[in-house]
């Protein structure tokens, strides 16, 4: 069975700019999460969807946006970008996240964006 | 507020030998998930073990085993016969009660000697 796809694998953009990451979950997975992991720092918690509802927000500006669509893919949008944000942008897909085992979170390879 | 802590930044292991990896948290969470990944430094994280707060044996899968102290808030990771591909960067990380965030610690990197 395929992982946790993301694309595009890297990016480059200037400042000002909005990007938008992708994500498909590992079939089955219905919970989708994205992260955003700073060089040298764990990933911190960025979103949580579950059957194309936000379940948790992390601690992130406005210009952060997600999505979940009837495929239980996403989207991550930033707009705006500032030079801080560049990072691995790491998308994690779960099986139902009702807790559990069946909670573990699945990673996908990530998105390196870089903002100049 | 939840918190993970991972106190080495870096470790050295020969390989084939066993290694402790620390990791402590902060929850008042009435229940719990903790989980350990490895990133190796291609970025992609990779599931390596689970412990449930309410399980009652510390997790092992394989090579790796859980040392899991509720009263202590501790749940170190223990790599038995290290290889040189368990050079890596190794995280610890918790699922509050509400399931909705993950909270990751600031990473062990773990190096394997010949």
């Known amino acids: 069975d395929a992982g946790v796809t993301q694309s595009p694998t890297h990016l480059i953009k200037t400042r000002g700019q909005h990007v938008t990451l992708r994500c498909s979950p590992i079939?089955?997975?219905?919970?989708v999460s994205w992260y955003q992991q700073v060089l040298g720092q764990g990933p911190q918690f960025i979103f949580q969807?579950?059957?194309?509802?936000?379940?948790g927000r992390g601690n992130f500006p406005d210009r952060f946006s997600a999505r979940q669509f009837p495929n239980y893919s996403s989207e991550l949008n930033v707009n705006a970008l500032l030079l801080g944000d560049s990072a691995l942008y790491l998308c994690?897909?779960?099986?139902?996240?009702?807790?559990?085992?069946?909670?573990?979170?699945?990673f996908g390879p990530g998105t390196r964006l870089t903002v100049l | 507020a939840q918190k993970i802590t991972q106190t080495q930044p870096g470790m050295f292991v020969q390989e084939k030998e066993a290694v402790t990896l620390d990791c402590t948290y902060d929850?008042?969470?009435?229940?719990?998930?903790l989980f350990w990944y490895k990133q190796p430094s291609s970025g992609e994280m990779i599931f390596l073990i689970y412990?449930?707060?309410?399980?009652?044996q510390n997790a092992t899968e394989g090579r790796y085993s859980l040392n899991f102290q509720k009263a202590r808030k501790s749940a170190n990771l223990v790599i038995s016969a290290s290889q040189l591909g368990d050079s890596a960067m190794y995280f610890c990380?918790?699922?509050?009660?509400?399931?909705?965030?993950?909270?990751f610690g600031s990473g062990t990197k773990l190096n394997v000697k010949p």
């Open positions: 994690a897909s779960s099986l139902d996240g009702a807790g559990g085992s069946a909670d573990t979170q699945y």
């Open positions: 079939s089955g997975h219905k919970s």
């Open positions: 969807y579950y059957e194309k509802e936000e379940r």
């Open positions: 929850t008042s969470d009435p229940s719990y998930g």
């Open positions: 412990q449930g707060s309410y399980d009652q």
């Open positions: 990380a918790m699922r509050g009660y509400n399931f909705n965030k993950f909270y």
